[in-house]
């Protein structure tokens, strides 16, 4: 059974910077494109951002383009976001997941931009 565990959400001022990992214990995650998916208060699951097994690909939603950063380490099975410039529409509970609609994801990581 796939099992992603998300840590590194909190609390943030617009303007300030997270960096949210996700841990992944499946063998076959180095042959896995990865995804972060996202669900702000009272929305449905949207995408976020996309890596290839390789790390070399990477994809973004347009509206975090420039702001995250989506990396992996694959010896680690782990899975990074690095957010920037964060902003309060970017308010939302964290997934990483196999898919890119979210199907199979970890429980999440709440990330609240807020003064």
């Known amino acids: 059974q796939v099992q992603l565990v998300e840590s590194g959400g909190g609390l943030v001022q617009p303007g300030g910077s997270l960096r949210l990992s996700c841990v992944a214990s499946t063998f076959t995650f180095t042959s896995d494109q990865m995804h972060w998916v996202r669900q702000a208060p009272g929305k449905g699951l949207e995408w976020v951002s996309t890596?290839?097994?390789?790390?070399?690909?990477?994809y973004y939603k347009e509206s975090v383009k420039g702001r995250f950063t989506i990396s992996r380490d694959n010896a680690k099975k782990t899975l990074y976001l690095q957010m920037n410039s964060l902003k309060s529409e970017d308010t939302a509970v964290y997934y990483c997941?196999?898919?890119?609609?979210?199907?199979?994801r970890g429980q999440g990581t709440q990330v609240t931009v807020s003064s």
């Open positions: 890596i290839s097994t390789g790390g070399g690909i990477k």
């Open positions: 997941a196999r898919d890119a609609q979210g199907n199979q």
